[in-house]
T-cell receptor
Framework: GNSVTQMEGPVTLSEEAFLTINCTYT??????LFWYVQYPGEGLQLLLK?????DKGSNKGFEATYRKETTSFHLEKGSVQVSDSAVYFC????????????FGTGTSLTVIP | NAGVTQTPKFRILKIGQSMTLQCTQD?????MYWYRQDPGMGLKLIYY???????DKGEVPNGYNVSRSTTEDFPLRLELAAPSQTSVYFC????????????FGPGTRLTVL
């Protein structure tokens, strides 16, 4: 079946530190992969996505590369800011299962000045 | 565009009461979804719809019902509220199935006492 496993949090970093949040997946077909961000009290917002192997998604300084050989989609940012404090969700959608979305459990990030 | 809107934002129910969570989108998306988010558990799909008049069960449908009489609206009904239904509920919509993102509403926080 389909599933997403995310690095457990919470993660606390100092401003300008390097961020990596690990995400691995299991899928029956050829999934599209997503990172969503949830700020306190709000719904989820798409951060970036990749629809095929070796694609790199990027947005707001965040990047993630679709690695089929390691079934991974790790999120990275070179220099985090206080405003990046949020919960980050890795997700996949798979055409083989009606393109339903499967979400990881989320990783809470706090960036301190 | 308002995007995806949900009402109410907060609600407290007594065990056995019923209520309807409203969801409306103004983006003319065919596909709509209901999720629940429990602490540390990520998002679980309750029901989804691929168009007006068509709905299907997700991962955790028990205790809920949906209808989709128009493209815009996708209400979620709780008939006999139970404490296990205490959660945050998110509605989402998507323009198509094939690898496209889902757009989320702000959520409804429901407590059943």
């Amino acid at each position: 079946g389909n599933s997403v496993t995310q690095m457990e949090g919470p993660v606390t970093l100092s401003e300008e530190a390097f961020l990596t949040i690990n995400c691995t997946y299991t899928a029956t077909g050829y999934p599209s992969l997503f990172w969503y961000v949830q700020y306190p009290g709000e719904g989820l917002q798409l951060l970036l996505k990749a629809t095929k192997a070796d694609d790199k998604g990027s947005n707001k300084g965040f990047e993630a590369t679709y690695r089929k050989e390691t079934t991974s989609f790790h999120l990275e940012k070179g220099s985090v800011q206080v405003s990046d404090s949020a919960v980050y969700f890795c997700a996949l959608s798979d055409k083989a299962t009606g393109n339903q979305f499967y979400f990881g459990t989320g990783t809470s990030l706090t960036v301190i000045p | 565009n308002a995007g995806v809107t949900q009402t109410p934002k907060f609600r407290i129910l007594k065990i056995g009461q019923s209520m309807t969570l409203q969801c409306t989108q103004d983006m003319n998306h065919n596909y709509m979804y209901w999720y629940r988010q429990d602490p540390g558990m990520g998002l679980k799909l309750i029901y989804y719809s691929v168009g007006a008049g068509i709905t299907d069960k997700g991962e955790v449908p028990n205790g809920y019902n949906v209808s989709r009489s128009t493209t815009e609206d996708f209400p979620l009904r709780l008939e006999l509220a139970a404490p296990s239904q205490t959660s945050v509920y998110f509605c989402a919509s998507s323009p198509q199935l094939d690898g496209n993102e889902q757009f989320f509403g702000p959520g409804t926080r429901l407590t059943v006492l």
